[in-house]
């Protein structure tokens, strides 16, 4: 059975690498950018075909894809050449790819989502007396803010207590009969206790359950998608703040072992990962760093500020230097990925 969720890890990835770079290539297409080649893998090719003036390919190795296009990395004299096009078009074919992965990521939440019947909302219908009486914290009160994290979702107080700089105080904002009310030093602890004849956990304080409405189900899938966003940004803070380390960063290994675990525990909670997934790979490709989708936008960003481009043996070397680095942190990262399989 384990092999089965491994191959629904591996299909999973290829599916969002092809989705990355069918953006690529649809746009650049109808931009009349000629494709020499659309490869979904990489190394040597297990299967190939060429229709029209596009060699398409299926290489050995499940690790990447690409979408090479006519005059993208070098001069090209073809008058459909990537370099040709406008400033505009180029932009366009560049973002393309991530753009894809973020309007994948939001469908398969909408999927995860839709069949939703209740969920939790950040409003207060209990206080435990004995936990949380001393807090200021009301039934009734939804809770907007803590430590200045916005709050739009029950899950968003877990996020938001595992911030906190002081804790176990913190600052709390709620909205309590339709004004803002600001609450210090309220104490959240962790509480085991008996309710009902079963033993239960939570901070002291419980939330409203809110019945589905299709209104109630844009705005959940909204709030979900938006959090996705706002996951990848603060990862991305706490690894450039040296707030995570490497034992916190997961490469396609990594990844691929998260995957075959939450298949193991359900498909659904299988398809809200590789939205997350989806969402992280089309940020991540934005981010302004040489040979990534970001690093070439930086460069058409620069171009259509000056009015002319940048010479492009210049942005080469540039890109060469980023793509040696990028598979070095990559190469890392993997043997990091198997040395915690190995002896975690």
Known sequence: MIYIYILLAVLAFGFLIFVHEFGHFITAKLSGVRVNEFALGMGPAIFKFTKGETLYALRILPIGGFCAMEGEDKESDDPKAFGSKSVWKRILIVVAGSAMNLIIGFVLLTVFLAPTERWVTPTVAEVVPEY?????????DTVTSIDGYRIY???????????????????VEVLR????VTLERVKFELHTYERDGKTVQNYGVLFKTEESTFGGKVKLILQNAYNLVRMVHLGLVQLLTGQVGMDDVAGPIGIGKMMVETAQTSLFSLLFLIAFISINLGIMNLLPIPALDGGRLLFLLIELIRGKPINPKYEGYVH???????MGFMIFVAFHDIWRLIFA
């Open 320 to 326: 060469a230097a980023g793509l040696v680095i990028l």
């Open 153 to 171: 979702l029950a899950n968003d107080l877990l996020t938001a207590l595992s911030l906190g700089k002081d804790a176990p105080y913190y600052t």
């Open 177 to 180: 009969d339709g004004e803002r």
């Open 132 to 140: 949380m009486a001393e807090s200021g914290i009301q039934v009734g």
